[in-house]
């Protein structure tokens, strides 16, 4: 599944939510964070704490990001890494991994997504769930259009 779930995501682009201090962006799975970092920060001076409803990243002793995230994710299985000393990547595994559960915003009430962000957000998620239930096609440049939100039609009635 991981393969092919990164070789989509490769070729059809992220749809990331900008932020002040970074951006967001998901697959049907997962949450991914960028947090930009002043150069030269050591792994030390970091705190980040990942709940299976909350966040919260101090760096330097400076709040970066805290609060309660907009659906659950598998706390056991979050991880987060310092880049190069200057980029914070966080991976959260979403719980429901469902492609109409698209995240409309990080946290409850904040870093949401504007309406044309998240229209592309579930957009990519219906083309990933696509492409996970017909791995011969390549959806990866498809457009789609009409209703798709909540994960799109439902095809799994197809003849295949």
């Known amino acids: ?8 995501d490769e070729r059809s682009g992220v749809v990331p939510c900008q932020t002040p201090w970074g951006c967001w962006y998901q697959t049907m799975e997962e949450v991914f964070i960028e947090v930009k970092v002043p150069d030269g920060t050591l792994a030390k001076e970091v705190q980040c704490k990942l709940g299976s409803r909350d966040i919260s ?10 609060g309660k995230l907009f659906d659950s994710t598998i706390s056991d299985e979050a991880t987060w890494t310092l880049e190069d000393r200057k980029l914070i990547r966080i991976i959260l ?13 990080l946290l409850e009430g904040d870093y949401s997504a504007d309406p044309w962000i ?3 957000m579930q957009k990519k998620l219906t083309l990933e769930r696509f ?3 017909n791995p ?5 440049g498809a457009e789609i259009s009409g209703n798709y939100s909540k994960g799109g039609p439902d095809f799994s009635n197809l003849q295949k």
């Open 118 to 120: 998240q229209d592309e």
């Open 136 to 140: 011969g096609f390549d959806f990866s």
């Open 57 to 66: 990243l101090v760096v330097k002793g400076k709040d970066i990001l805290k």
């Open 131 to 133: 492409q996970r239930e």
């Open 93 to 105: 595994t979403k719980t429901n991994r469902d492609a109409g559960n698209c995240w409309t915003s």
């Open 1 to 8: 599944f991981q393969a092919m779930s990164a070789h989509f």
